[in-house]
């Protein structure tokens, strides 16, 4: 065996990155370590910043302060090409009158390689992407999957450490979009090659990241594997983008043993997990499919009147009416393990203390 030396450290840190555009400051102190080989998400709502953060990291924006690093390297005074980092753009920016195999060259030209080494490293990224065969079409004789993989092929052409991803999957319609989705994560994977992507789909960022990002209003709010985010949200702002969340008003009460508190509410007693202060205002978080519906009155729970019962297919939706007129929305995967409820009929509400995360009001 012999003694292997290891790689240089690759990893990005972004140290409090800022950026602004007259008064408006679009990232705001934003730092991050990236874990090499990650598959990152920054996921926000259009106009918190997301876009500006990949700019700055490929170079096309400079930040007004803080610092962009890839391993001992300073990128944030270098040029775009002079980084080993590539963007894909939304648009995929291909040749429409150059065929998939130009395309995929002229991502490779100022690499020196000889006609013979191009075409290799063109066909290896084909087969990357799963279009062999592919060589001689034109980009408009592509569907709209197989556009966007020949974008993903070229954009790796020149095997970048890292790739930013600015909302790939959002020219294509549901069903394709799943489907790549499954298709970018193995690609990645298996280059082992570091990628940023920013999407303002949460379900898109659940289904592709190792962490995702949170942005607000240009600051990272909360960064973590989407289980982390969407069970222990940092605020009602993370809860409410990851998912459908109930968010109830209450007053912290005693500690009870194993973390649990009890949270008094305008429609009773709830049991929740989380910190704070006994007597401080807080919010409770529960996510509809963790509230059970029971037909039966009189059970352990809070009781309130059932106003929508909605089938849909593979679960069944809820709206309940408490006592106080508040209404809280909950789903029941389908089939259900007992009697469905009828609309108008008084049910128990249970509501699982560690599905009840309390929130700062
Ligand atoms: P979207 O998903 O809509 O692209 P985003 O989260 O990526 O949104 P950015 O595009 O980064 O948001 O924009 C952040 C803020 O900065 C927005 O308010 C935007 O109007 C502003 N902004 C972005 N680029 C510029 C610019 N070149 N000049 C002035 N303001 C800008």
């Not at 600015?166 to 394709?176: I, K, S």
């Not at 594997?225 to 005693?254: F, K, M, T």
């Amino acid at each position: 065996m012999h003694a292997s030396t290891p790689l240089p450290d690759q990893r990005l840190r972004l140290e409090r990155v800022t950026k602004r555009f007259s008064a408006h400051t679009a990232v705001d102190a934003v730092s991050l370590d990236l874990a090499e080989g990650e598959f990152f998400c920054l996921l926000g709502p259009s106009g918190c910043g997301k876009s500006t953060l990949l700019r700055m990291v490929a170079g096309f924006e400079t930040p007004d302060s803080g610092a962009i690093r890839l391993g001992e390297t300073d990128l944030t005074a270098l040029p775009p090409h002079r980084r080993p980092v590539n963007m894909m753009f939304q648009s995929y920016a291909l040749f429409p009158h150059m065929s998939v195999a130009a395309n995929l060259a002229y991502g490779l030209k100022g690499l020196g390689l000889s006609r013979a080494q191009s075409a290799g490293r063109v066909k290896d990224l084909l087969r990357l992407v799963r279009l062999e065969g592919f060589e001689a079409r034109r980009p408009d004789k592509l569907s709209g999957g197989q556009r966007q993989r020949v974008a993903l092929a070229r954009a790796l052409a020149r095997e970048p450490r890292l790739l930013l991803l600015d909302e790939p999957l959002g020219a294509l319609d549901r069903a394709l979009r799943e489907e790549t989705q499954g298709e970018l994560r193995a690609i990645q994977r298996r280059l082992g090659t570091s990628f940023i992507v920013v999407t303002h789909d949460a379900e898109e960022a659940m289904a592709l990241a190792d962490r995702i990002g949170v942005m607000e209003r240009g600051r990272l709010v909360q960064v973590g594997p989407a289980r982390a985010l969407y069970e222990r949200p940092a605020s009602r702002y993370v809860a409410g983008l990851l998912g459908d969340v109930n968010l109830i008003d209450g007053r912290l009460g005693r500690a009870e043993p194993g973390g649990i508190r009890s949270v008094e509410t305008a429609f009773g007693l709830l049991r929740a997990s989380g910190e704070g202060e006994a007597g401080n205002a807080v919010v409770i978080a529960v996510r509809p499919e963790r509230l059970i519906v029971r037909g039966e009155e009189g059970l352990h729970g809070l009781s309130g009147l059932l106003t929508e019962a909605t089938f849909l297919g593979d679960r069944i939706r809820y709206r309940v009416e408490m006592a106080n007129g508040t209404t809280l929305r909950a789903s029941a995967a389908l089939p259900a393990p007992g009697p469905i409820p009828a609309v108008g009929e008084t049910v128990t509400l249970g509501v699982p203390a560690e599905s009840a995360w309390i929130l700062p009001a």
